[in-house]
């Protein structure tokens, strides 16, 4: 059964913290994801990375660092934590397509989530 | 810019019945498009992928059709269940590898 998993369910912080939210897949997948999702806001990408020590900034992307030293392992850093940053965080992984081949299942890029992280900074 | 609608109203319906959610775009051109369902406090899970030269998809209870000309995108789902409730979320491909999501529409369904 393939597997995301994300380091915490919750977590409680104050703000200027330095945070890490930490996430591992055994899927071997190239591609790796941070969003976070707000009501009404839907997911929103902050970070991805396609490669190891490769990572290119999503649509969110100030306030927040990335780190993937290792093909499995994903982490988001919040610098300085802030208020605004409360929210859902949701690390998802996907298989590397090539070009997109209409006749290849497989270069379509299906995400696989882990369960999330509810961080709230006081 | 680029922009994918989902009723922000929950949907809600009588076990039974079939349930249709609606996820429209505009200035985008997406080779496929995606549908997630999200239980509360959970990741989203991978439900069905429909390419822009097919028109309809099936999957057990599931039916997705996409309309590339209305630029649309609807889910069905037959026979509902209490156990169907949940967000719904379509996505498109936003570029190489990426997704982008819509908000998602909630469904309940009522016994």
């Known amino acids: 059964d393939v597997k995301v998993t994300q380091s915490s369910r919750y977590l409680v912080k104050r703000t200027g913290e330095k945070v890490f939210l930490e996430c591992v897949q055994d899927?071997?997948?190239?591609?790796m994801f941070w969003y976070r999702q707000d009501p009404g806001l839907g997911l929103r990408l902050i970070y991805f990375?396609?490669?190891?020590?490769?990572?290119e900034k999503g649509d969110i992307p100030e306030g927040y660092s990335v780190s993937r030293e290792k093909k499995e392992r994903f982490s988001l850093i919040l610098e300085s934590a802030s208020t605004n940053q409360t929210s859902m965080y949701l690390c998802?992984?996907?298989?590397?397509?090539?070009?997109?081949?209409?006749?290849?299942?497989?270069?379509?890029?299906?995400?696989?989530f882990g369960p999330g992280t509810r961080l709230t900074v006081l | 810019s680029q922009k994918i609608e989902q009723n922000s109203e929950a949907l809600n319906i009588q076990e039974g019945k079939t349930a249709t959610l609606t996820c429209n775009y505009t200035?985008?051109?997406?080779?496929?498009l995606q549908w997630y369902r999200q239980d509360p406090g959970r990741g989203p899970v991978f439900l069905l992928l429909?390419?822009?030269?097919?028109k309809e998809k099936r999957k057990e209870r599931l039916k997705v059709t996409f309309d590339t000309t209305l630029k649309q995108s609807l889910f069905h789902i037959t026979a509902s269940q209490p156990a169907d409730s949940a967000t719904y979320l379509c996505?498109?491909?936003?570029?190489?590898?990426?997704?982008?999501f819509g908000a998602g529409t909630r469904l309940a369904v009522h016994p």
């Open positions: 996505a498109l491909r936003g570029g190489y590898n990426k997704l982008i």
């Open positions: 899927m071997d997948h190239e591609n």
């Open positions: 998802a992984s996907s298989s590397k397509s090539g070009r997109l081949l209409l006749t290849d299942p497989s270069s379509y890029n299906e995400q696989f």
């Open positions: 429909i390419r822009e030269n097919e």
């Open positions: 200035n985008y051109s997406p080779a496929y």
């Open positions: 990375s396609y490669d190891v020590k490769m990572k």
